[in-house]
């Protein structure tokens, strides 16, 4: 039997899945007690006695545990064991110091012999042999219960150190009935316990240490923390994302990462998002940053992914195919230091998104389902009848125009004369102010041992619409991990699949809010679509409904990595990644969906699209780790390798004379359009990076890249990147801990490097040709040129310099940091014009330019109250950036000296000053500063930018005992388009038959009035709105958009279902997350976000559901 290529393609994540879970089958079943050699074999010259426990350690899988202030690792010895016991050899070579051995589970525990002399063993020495020995028997626990194998036990004033055995079982002999045992675990707060009865059992719970600034960091390549980082990582988890409501969860990065803004076009699901990090580098390039999963950089980037429209309602990204519930944290890479490893795709910074993994224990199953409602979370307040129909009127008056009921005539006013001026509706509410039911459900499956761990999740999501309309986006997801480790801990593997498919329902049009709210009736009375009344044609908006946009969206994540340790300092890596991404779309227009009374001979048309991306990445690597003395190095070399195949179709059909047959192009009778596109981008690096810690406290991190791309030309195909960056802990120094004790935390750090941008289209510096479809030349198809030959242009270089200081207080309950950084950008690329005469508008070139991004950066996190029962939890961060031109040669003789200003923003607003609406004649006036009578470049000033003053967020969380509360928020100060510039740019002038907001009731009636708004017309050519492209282009058509959004609120109880030993643990978890739930502002002209009034407004989503886990 044969499968379609469609019906193959849907197999792939399914057989992966199915080999995934042989495969973890196969290796939860091998046996879990692999023996540990006790005889090793080796011959050293002049070898330390460290080296030689590391020798040891790698034939044996045993760890050492002794007193560095008693034993001398540093003295160097000649020595040579063939194929001896463990024991025997470190007796031969610690007896003559004085010293004995045993082992205890994994552990070889070196120790002062007695001074009469002592016997080692394996085992640990039963009381008996001693009236007065005790052994002492315990456990040492986490706060779940799980044993904590290979936890420290030190026996307080002395320097006798144990270790627990795998099941955290330890056994040590003591020669006092009362004594503290001080027990400590990575990760976990150090605990003393005092023994009092030696004969009685002891247990031992370690709580884990809950400092943020021990917390894994993902960067490039690796993992560090942010205690011991050289450079500037922000971290979101994954419990701040399962809260947002949203399919998108990118959106849960607002107001939480200082330097990150996040723009939101529409409200509509599915949108993509405009992010920026650090304002602005480039001036054409992609200013986006580099969006990597699970390691593999996606291709798609956060372009959109659209091919068939272009409007914000209907645009289309990536990320809402990721489900939030599978991500465990979102890393944001800034500064050198962190992305310079990543070469030409850094400049712009890195969003990190790492998938859960398994974790050991038992098998646990988790299951959760919500449901909510979303609303438009902002509105304008329009004119009713009475108001709209009196605007009218006095417009004819300020015109001298009478009413006529003749289309054509100046004077047409169907609204007045031929509408029931009785009818009222109010078009937002009907076509935006519906309820939009969402729906998520998902289910996970994790568990394993201590050497495999897997996890598997399937998830649902649904969201309906505003509109009035059966709309919706539909996504379902699947991702499965394994992760495995050999006995010996030498060799680690790791796959991760990740698979979504998505299906968008989208409204391909502008809002019709402003329609005259006494339009007419949508409906006649047989319930048939009105399209006239009185004389006057009628765009019906819900015939409008019917030109819908359906995007489907197939993504493929999969990420193979492996590593095996060669020696005990040099292991090697391979990491492999395939991510596939196919999207279909259809734009229909219905035969159904067209007014009669305007067009004859209707017909349907139908667009088709296809846009496939696929990538495969390779990228070996070695990692070497020494410690050297005091320190520790850390050398990684490797290579990157990625090729990416992009193959864009799209069709149109006209002529449809069935709306039936609009989902198939075969049904169409003409082909109007016809396009087919293939591009190939190949990419290569070598990499390197070298950390030493010197004491944990001194920290020198270098970094290096050469990238080669196939965006250049062969002549300009290669660069080089890299970075230097360095920390000082300067509060381990003994000198601080007297002065400043209060001070727990203190590092001063900095970073400078170049990295670079190759975000450009492929193939710009080939001449290239297109296909012309429909323009046969004597019924041969032709060819026409799209570019010239253009070898010359080259990669452009971003230098970054940053430098923090990050202080923690009262042993880190309160953390800050302090950044300040500088980006310069040169060799920017840009469009240079050509002459009309070469049949081209221009090509790609660099220029002279340089371009200035900096700022401060300032966070506070703290644990204003903390004890068992209670957690308040607030955090703050707040970003001054500043954008600025330096530099462009010849700037006032190019193209753009009318765009861009030296000393200003890349977005800056150089527009004409106005000095409002003219008292005696009613109209708005600008300044004409030389006073010719026009306006001329010398009459623009700067009046600011569209780049934030500043922005941030805040956040709270509160926990007592079993509920928990927590708010996050995030404010903005800018200048945003206003509805003056939306309704002029629009022709929606006030006056004409458009319906208005009732801001525009503050408008000049009579000479002498001071309004903010002109008087009405109907003429839109006439003397009150015949400046409109100047009004536009002034500063009246921008206004104060800052804001202050409560982005997300959670608030969840969690009951414990059974606590019997004989029952397993049941969680049930109830909650109720929020979004958008309300926004403090004084921009009164729609949502100061999207800042558009025909575009959806962000919306505002409360969900409720229940959390069941079962472990």
């Given at each position: 039997?044969?499968?379609?290529?469609?019906?193959?393609?849907?197999?792939?994540?399914?057989?992966?899945?199915?080999?995934?879970?042989?495969?973890?089958?196969?290796?939860?079943?091998?046996?879990?007690?692999?023996?540990?050699?006790?005889?090793?074999?080796?011959?050293?010259?002049?070898?330390?006695?460290?080296?030689?426990?590391?020798?040891?350690?790698?034939?044996?899988?045993?760890?050492?545990?002794?007193?560095?202030?008693?034993?001398?690792?540093?003295?160097?010895?000649?020595?040579?064991?063939?194929?001896?016991?463990?024991?025997?050899?470190?007796?031969?070579?610690?007896?003559k110091?004085?010293?004995?051995?045993?082992?205890?589970?994994?552990?070889?525990?070196?120790?002062?012999?007695?001074?009469?002399?002592?016997?080692?063993?394996?085992?640990?020495?039963?009381?008996?042999?001693?009236?007065k020995?005790?052994?002492?028997?315990g456990?040492?626990?986490?706060?779940?219960?799980?044993?904590?194998?290979?936890?420290?036990?030190?026996?307080?004033?002395?320097n006798?150190?144990?270790?627990?055995?795998?099941?955290?079982?330890?056994?040590?002999?003591?020669?006092?009935?009362?004594?503290?045992?001080k027990?400590?675990?990575?990760?976990?707060?150090?605990?003393?316990?005092?023994?009092?009865?030696?004969?009685?059992?002891?247990?031992?719970?370690?709580?884990?240490?809950?400092?943020?600034?021990?917390?894994?960091?993902?960067?490039?390549?690796?993992?560090?923390?942010?205690?011991?980082?050289?450079?500037?990582?922000?971290?979101?988890?994954?419990?701040?994302?399962?809260?947002?409501?949203?399919?998108?969860?990118?959106?849960?990065?607002?107001?939480?990462?200082?330097?990150?803004?996040?723009?939101?076009?529409?409200?509509?699901?599915?949108?993509?998002?405009?992010?920026?990090?650090?304002?602005?580098?480039?001036?054409?390039?992609?200013?986006?940053?580099?969006?990597?999963?699970?390691?593999?950089?996606?291709?798609?980037?956060?372009?959109?992914?659209?091919?068939?429209?272009?409007h914000?309602?209907?645009?289309?990204?990536?990320f809402?195919?990721?489900?939030?519930?599978?991500?465990?944290?979102?890393?944001?890479?800034?500064?050198?230091?962190?992305?310079?490893i990543?070469?030409?795709?850094?400049?712009?910074?890195?969003?990190?998104?790492?998938?859960?993994?398994?974790?050991?224990?038992?098998?646990?199953?988790?299951?959760d389902?919500?449901?909510?409602?979303?609303?438009?979370?902002?509105?304008?307040?329009?004119?009713?009848?009475?108001?709209?129909?009196?605007?009218?009127?006095?417009?004819?008056?300020?015109?001298?125009?009478?009413?006529?009921n003749?289309?054509?005539?100046?004077?047409?006013?169907?609204?007045?004369?031929?509408?029931?001026?009785?009818?009222?509706?109010?078009?937002?509410?009907?076509?935006?102010?519906?309820?939009?039911?969402?729906?998520?459900?998902?289910?996970?499956?994790?568990?394993?041992n201590?050497?495999?761990?897997?996890?598997t999740?399937?998830?649902?999501?649904?969201?309906?619409?505003?509109?009035?309309?059966?709309?919706?986006?539909?996504?379902?997801?699947?991702?499965?991990?394994?992760?495995?480790?050999?006995?010996?801990?030498?060799?680690r593997?790791?796959?991760?699949?990740?698979?979504?498919?998505?299906?968008?329902?989208?409204?391909?049009?502008?809002?019709?809010?402003?329609?005259?709210?006494?339009?007419?009736?949508?409906?006649?009375?047989?319930?048939?679509?009105?399209?006239?009344?009185?004389?006057?044609?009628?765009?019906?908006?819900?015939?409008?409904?019917?030109?819908?946009?359906?995007?489907?969206?197939?993504?493929?994540?999969?990420?193979?990595?492996?590593?095996?340790?060669?020696?005990?300092?040099?292991?090697?890596?391979?990491?492999?990644?395939?991510?596939?991404?196919?999207?279909?779309?259809?734009?229909?227009?219905?035969?159904?969906?067209?007014?009669?009374?305007?067009?004859?001979?209707?017909?349907?048309?139908?667009?088709?699209?296809?846009?496939?991306?696929?990538?495969?990445?390779?990228?070996?690597?070695?990692?070497?780790?020494?410690?050297?003395?005091?320190?520790?190095?850390?050398?990684?070399?490797?290579?990157?390798?990625?090729?990416?195949?992009?193959?864009?179709?799209?069709?149109?059909g006209?002529?449809?004379?069935?709306?039936?047959?609009?989902?198939?192009?075969?049904?169409?009778?003409?082909?109007?359009?016809?396009?087919?596109?293939r591009?190939?981008?190949?990419?290569?690096?070598?990499?390197?990076?070298i950390?030493?810690?010197?004491?944990?406290?001194?920290?020198?991190?270098?970094?290096?890249?050469?990238?080669?791309?196939?965006?250049?030309?062969?002549?300009?195909?290669?660069?080089?990147?890299?970075?230097?960056?360095?920390?000082?802990?300067?509060?381990?120094?003994?000198?601080v801990?007297?002065?400043?004790?209060?001070?727990?935390?203190?590092k001063?750090?900095?970073?400078?490097?170049?990295?670079?941008?190759?975000?450009?289209?492929?193939?710009?510096?080939?001449?290239?040709?297109?296909?012309?479809?429909?323009?046969?030349?004597?019924?041969?198809?032709?060819?026409?040129?799209?570019?010239?030959?253009?070898?010359?242009y080259?990669?452009?270089?971003?230098?970054?310099?940053?430098?923090?200081?990050?202080?923690?207080?009262?042993?880190?309950?309160?953390?800050?940091?302090?950044?300040?950084?500088?980006?310069?950008?040169?060799?920017?690329?840009?469009?240079?014009?050509?002459?009309?005469?070469?049949?081209?508008?221009?090509?790609?070139?660099?220029?002279?330019?340089?371009?200035?991004?900096?700022?401060?950066?300032?966070?506070?996190?703290?644990?204003?109250?903390?004890?068992?029962?209670?957690?308040?939890?607030?955090?703050?961060?707040?970003?001054?950036?500043?954008?600025?031109?330096?530099?462009?040669?010849?700037?006032?003789?190019?193209?753009?000296?009318?765009?861009?200003?030296?000393?200003?923003?890349?977005?800056?607003?150089?527009?004409?000053?106005?000095?409002?609406?003219?008292?005696?004649?009613?109209?708005?006036?600008?300044?004409?500063?030389?006073?010719?009578?026009?306006?001329?470049?010398?009459?623009?000033?700067?009046?600011?930018?569209?780049?934030?003053?500043?922005?941030?967020?805040?956040?709270?969380n509160?926990?007592?005992?079993?509920?928990?509360?927590?708010?996050?928020?995030?404010?903005?100060?800018?200048?945003?388009?206003?509805y003056?510039?939306?309704?002029?740019?629009?022709?929606?002038?006030?006056?004409?038959?458009?319906?208005?907001?009732?801001?525009?009731?503050?408008?000049?009636?009579?000479?002498?009035?001071?309004?903010?708004?002109?008087?009405?017309?109907?003429?839109?050519?006439?003397?009150v709105?015949?400046?409109?492209?100047?009004?536009?282009?002034?500063e009246?058509?921008?206004?104060?958009?800052?804001?202050?959004?409560?982005?997300?609120?959670?608030?969840?109880?969690?009951?414990?279902?059974?606590?019997?030993?004989?029952?397993?643990?049941?969680?049930?978890?109830?909650?109720?997350?929020?979004?958008?739930?309300?926004?403090?502002?004084?921009?009164?002209?729609?949502?100061?976000?999207?800042?558009?009034?025909?575009?959806?407004?962000?919306?505002?989503?409360?969900?409720?559901g229940?959390?069941?886990?079962?472990?």
């Amino acid at each position: 039997m044969q499968l379609s290529r469609r019906h193959a393609s849907a197999l792939y994540p399914m057989l992966l899945f199915q080999f995934s879970l042989y495969l973890s089958t196969a290796v939860i079943a091998q046996d879990r007690s692999s023996p540990i050699a006790m005889k090793v074999t080796f011959s050293v010259h002049n070898t330390t006695l460290h080296d030689i426990f590391d020798t040891i350690s790698a034939q044996t899988q045993l760890h050492f545990f002794y007193s560095h202030n008693d034993l001398d690792d540093q003295e160097k010895y000649t020595f040579r064991a063939i194929n001896e016991h463990v024991l025997t050899v470190v007796n031969r070579l610690v007896n003559k110091k004085g010293f004995s051995c045993k082992i205890e589970g994994e552990n070889v525990v070196i120790f002062r012999s007695p001074a009469a002399g002592a016997q080692t063993q394996e085992d640990p020495p039963a009381a008996a042999a001693d009236p007065k020995t005790y052994r002492l028997r315990g456990q040492v626990l986490d706060s779940t219960g799980t044993p904590l194998p290979g936890a420290t036990i030190l026996i307080k004033g002395t320097n006798n150190r144990y270790s627990t055995k795998e099941d955290g079982q330890f056994f040590i002999p003591a020669t006092t009935p009362h004594l503290v045992l001080k027990i400590s675990y990575t990760g976990f707060d150090t605990e003393e316990y005092p023994v009092t009865d030696p004969e009685k059992d002891i247990s031992v719970v370690l709580h884990q240490h809950t400092s943020p600034l021990d917390e894994t960091v993902i960067i490039a390549y690796g993992t560090t923390s942010k205690r011991l980082n050289t450079g500037n990582v922000a971290k979101v988890a994954s419990n701040d994302i399962e809260k947002y409501p949203t399919s998108n969860p990118l959106l849960a990065l607002q107001g939480r990462v200082p330097g990150l803004t996040i723009y939101q076009a529409s409200g509509a699901p599915g949108t993509p998002l405009d992010i920026r990090l650090r304002v602005q580098n480039s001036f054409l390039s992609n200013n986006s940053p580099l969006i990597v999963v699970d390691g593999i950089p996606l291709p798609t980037g956060n372009q959109n992914i659209n091919l068939l429209t272009a409007h914000p309602n209907s645009n289309v990204g990536i990320f809402s195919i990721l489900n939030g519930i599978d991500i465990a944290s979102i890393e944001v890479l800034k500064d050198a230091d962190a992305t310079a490893i990543y070469g030409s795709r850094g400049g712009n910074g890195v969003i990190h998104i790492t998938t859960k993994r398994g974790t050991a224990g038992k098998l646990k199953l988790t299951a959760d389902y919500t449901m909510g409602v979303s609303q438009v979370s902002s509105k304008l307040s329009l004119l009713n009848t009475p108001q709209y129909l009196s605007l009218r009127h006095e417009a004819f008056r300020n015109d001298k125009l009478a009413l006529s009921n003749t289309p054509g005539a100046p004077g047409y006013a169907p609204d007045i004369l031929s509408w029931d001026t009785t009818r009222y509706t109010d078009w937002q509410k009907w076509q935006i102010g519906g309820n939009a039911p969402t729906s998520r459900a998902n289910l996970f499956l994790s568990g394993g041992n201590a050497t495999t761990q897997l996890m598997t999740s399937l998830g649902f999501y649904r969201e309906g619409t505003v509109l009035p309309s059966d709309m919706a986006y539909l996504r379902g997801t699947a991702s499965f991990s394994l992760n495995h480790r050999s006995a010996d801990d030498k060799f680690r593997l790791g796959v991760y699949a990740n698979y979504g498919k998505d299906r968008n329902d989208m409204f391909n049009n502008s809002l019709s809010i402003l329609l005259p709210p006494n339009a007419p009736k949508l409906y006649n009375d047989d319930n048939q679509f009105n399209w006239i009344e009185g004389n006057e044609p009628f765009k019906n908006p819900a015939a409008e409904l019917l030109k819908t946009y359906v995007h489907e969206t197939e993504n493929q994540i999969v990420n193979l990595n492996a590593e095996y340790a060669i020696l005990q300092d040099l292991k090697v890596k391979f990491n492999l990644g395939y991510n596939s991404l196919m999207a279909n779309e259809n734009l229909r227009i219905p035969i159904k969906s067209q007014n009669p009374y305007l067009t004859d001979n209707i017909t349907g048309t139908s667009s088709f699209g296809n846009n496939n991306f696929k990538s495969y990445l390779v990228e070996p690597q070695a990692e070497y780790n020494r410690r050297i003395n005091n320190g520790e190095l850390t050398i990684l070399g490797g290579a990157s390798f990625q090729y990416t195949s992009n193959y864009t179709f799209t069709i149109t059909g006209t002529g449809y004379t069935s709306d039936a047959l609009l989902s198939s192009i075969d049904g169409a009778p003409i082909i109007s359009s016809k396009l087919t596109n293939r591009l190939e981008y190949k990419y290569g690096a070598v990499f390197g990076r070298i950390t030493y810690k010197l004491r944990n406290r001194y920290i020198v991190n270098l970094s290096g890249r050469r990238d080669g791309s196939s965006k250049f030309s062969p002549e300009h195909r290669f660069s080089n990147f890299g970075s230097v960056g360095a920390a000082w802990i300067f509060s381990e120094e003994p000198f601080v801990k007297g002065v400043l004790p209060f001070l727990s935390f203190g590092k001063l750090r900095s970073s400078i490097g170049v990295t670079g941008n190759d975000q450009i289209a492929d193939y710009k510096y080939l001449d290239t040709w297109s296909l012309s479809f429909g323009n046969p030349y004597q019924n041969t198809t032709t060819m026409t040129p799209d570019a010239l030959y253009n070898p010359a242009y080259t990669w452009e270089r971003t230098r970054k310099i940053e430098a923090a200081l990050e202080l923690g207080f009262f042993k880190d309950r309160l953390l800050t940091s302090f950044a300040y950084f500088q980006n310069r950008s040169d060799n920017q690329l840009l469009n240079y014009a050509l002459p009309i005469q070469t049949g081209f508008t221009g090509i790609l070139k660099n220029f002279d330019a340089l371009v200035q991004s900096s700022g401060w950066e300032f966070a506070i996190n703290g644990d204003i109250i903390k004890s068992k029962s209670f957690i308040f939890n607030a955090a703050f961060n707040i970003s001054i950036p500043r954008n600025k031109l330096l530099r462009f040669n010849n700037l006032a003789n190019s193209s753009y000296a009318g765009t861009y200003v030296i000393g200003e923003s890349l977005n800056v607003l150089y527009k004409l000053q106005s000095k409002g609406v003219s008292s005696d004649s009613g109209v708005f006036r600008l300044a004409d500063a030389d006073g010719n009578g026009h306006y001329t470049s010398a009459d623009y000033k700067v009046i600011g930018s569209l780049d934030p003053v500043y922005h941030g967020g805040v956040q709270l969380n509160v926990q007592y005992k079993r509920f928990s509360f927590s708010l996050a928020g995030e404010f903005r100060k800018q200048l945003v388009p206003n509805y003056l510039y939306g309704t002029y740019v629009n022709n929606f002038f006030p006056g004409t038959m458009v319906n208005q907001s009732d801001i525009v009731l503050n408008h000049w009636r009579q000479k002498g009035d001071n309004a903010r708004y002109p008087k009405y017309s109907t003429k839109p050519t006439g003397t009150v709105y015949g400046s409109r492209k100047e009004i536009v282009n002034s500063e009246e058509a921008y206004s104060d958009g800052s804001f202050l959004k409560c982005r997300n609120v959670a608030v969840s109880y969690t009951l414990d279902m059974h606590k019997r030993k004989d029952k397993r643990p049941v969680q049930l978890t109830i909650f109720c997350n929020a979004q958008n739930l309300f926004t403090i502002s004084r921009y009164k002209e729609g949502d100061p976000e999207t800042a558009n009034i025909l575009f959806l407004p962000t919306l505002r989503t409360i969900a409720g559901g229940i959390r069941f886990s079962l472990q």
